[in-house]
């Protein structure tokens, strides 16, 4: 019998969560963002689910290859643009979109031969100050490009660094209309958190949400602004399950340690359950004893710490708990249970992304 992992990607889920994000910003073009592996999922594990968005947005080129391999002729967007003058032959031959950021890949564009001229989103650091041109520069960056014959149209776009946060997006949005006020095109400003904080409804709203929206966390069904609000609140669903199984059961007496470093102590008569999941599949080690985690469906915390292969639960609120016992570390569990991966990460210090983007390739994935 194989290891008692595994980790499920619902396909409902997904489609579920990409309606949500149009339904924030009904009159946007919704870019399904697929980096990092569809952030861990798998590119192809999920494109089932998310291929009701009107484009896919990632970073590696060999991941574009893997989307068109899957069959999809709609637009897909480099979010990084080219790295090298070679990647733009590929942009010709796979018909992708590339963001340009930076002058040297304007350079490479005007010596670039090619038929059909390219679709580029011309990317402004409207204040994060890691990928853009300047507000100041990014005028003459767009001239630059439209006088190019290997350039077709020209969308306009910023990322934010603070929309999940209390800083917001007013500043970066004001950066951005103020330099791009007289020019065309179309426009893609919001990532999941803007797309659900700011988007929807009128005026600064619809302008928000423009002619494309890029989410990415919340398509998984993670809150890209938790815990100010949680997945559930946002009327999302979670689409990775990762779960495992009791493979032992300690009882212990007070004074008993758990685990390397013996680091909790048993204060009571308890009993321990041992979960097939550690480290090495992903689960994060700096999760403290107390994180949450379902066992038959039934919230609990981890106790002690976590070793590469095994995790130990406390079966106090579980005494039905046995060997074999359904856990769930994150997702959905038995009878309707949910875990968010936020709660998971929120205790390890980390956010879902990071959890969902480091399930390790030796647990085994299946889709549902
Ligand atoms: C990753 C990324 C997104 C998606 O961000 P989420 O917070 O996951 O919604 C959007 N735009 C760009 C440029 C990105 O790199």
Redesign the pocket.
Known sequence: MPRPIAATIHTDALAHNLRRARQAAPNARVWA?V?ANAYGHGIERAYAGLSGADGF?LLDLDEAQRVRDLGWRGPILL?EGCFESRDLELCSRLDLWHVVHHEAQIDMLAAHKTQAPHRVFLKMNSGMNRLGFRPQHYRAAWQRLSGLTQVDEITLMT?FADADGEGGVAAQVEAFEAATRELPGERSLS???ATLRFCGGEGDAAQLAADWV?????VYGSA?DFPAHDAAGWGLQPAMTLAAKLIAIQPLQPGDRVGYGGSFTASEPMRIGVVACGYADGYPRVAPTGTPVLVDGVRTRTVGRVSMDMITVDLTPVPSAALGSEVTLWGCGPNGSVLAIDEVARSAGTVG?ELMCALAPRVPVSVA
């Open positions: 963002v980096k947005a979010l990322h990532n999941s958190a890029r989410p990415g966390i919340m890209p992304y």
